[in-house]
């Protein structure tokens, strides 16, 4: 199983905070990296996962269309950035399907962390705007181990231009 993690990209200040729309900037970010992302690794995602925060759902929409991907955006409610990383590793290891999330910070330090320490969050990971990360999940659940042993396939951002 493949567990795609892409974070929003620069967006604007303003309140309220779930309103902020992506700045120019931004923008260009997410052009940038669907650029260096091989879309082919997205092929066995079902949707386009995302938060309902708006800068979520617009760089979801935005990657979505210059990556060309087919499948369809879906809004999640467990994707906000105070969501607890650990309900979330648990849908994903339940749902058992490659997936493809856009989120924020520090759900997704979390989130990544608790994945790559084996259920605790041992590796510090940090996210930058734009950045997409692939874990692969190698060796299923077990008692000792509930959420399975992950690996870092790869970490991809914008490049040093955005």
């Known amino acids: 199983?493949?567990?795609?993690?892409?974070?929003?990209?620069?967006?604007?200040?303003?309140?309220?905070?779930s309103a902020r729309p992506l700045t120019e900037r931004g923008h260009l970010q997410i052009e940038l990296l669907a650029r260096r992302v091989d879309t082919a690794e997205f092929a066995r995602v079902s949707a386009v996962e995302h938060s309902p925060l708006v800068r979520a759902r617009e760089t979801a929409t935005l990657f979505r269309c210059l990556s060309r991907l087919p499948q369809p955006l879906q809004a999640c409610e467990y994707l906000k950035p105070e969501d607890d990383p650990n309900a979330t590793a648990r849908r994903i290891v339940q749902a058992g399907r490659d997936?493809?999330?856009v989120g924020h910070n520090p759900h997704f330090e979390l989130l990544a962390g608790l994945l790559l320490g084996q259920g605790r969050v041992t590796v510090q990971v940090a996210f930058r705007f734009a950045t997409c990360m692939a874990l692969e999940q190698f060796s299923p659940p077990t008692s000792q181990v509930p959420l399975g042993y992950w690996q870092l396939r790869w970490f991809v951002g914008p490049g040093t231009d955005a």
């Not at 892409?6 to 967006?11: K, P």
């Open 99 to 101: 997936r493809l999330l």
């Open 1 to 17: 199983m493949n567990l795609f993690l892409l974070r929003h990209a620069e967006a604007g200040p303003g309140a309220p905070d």
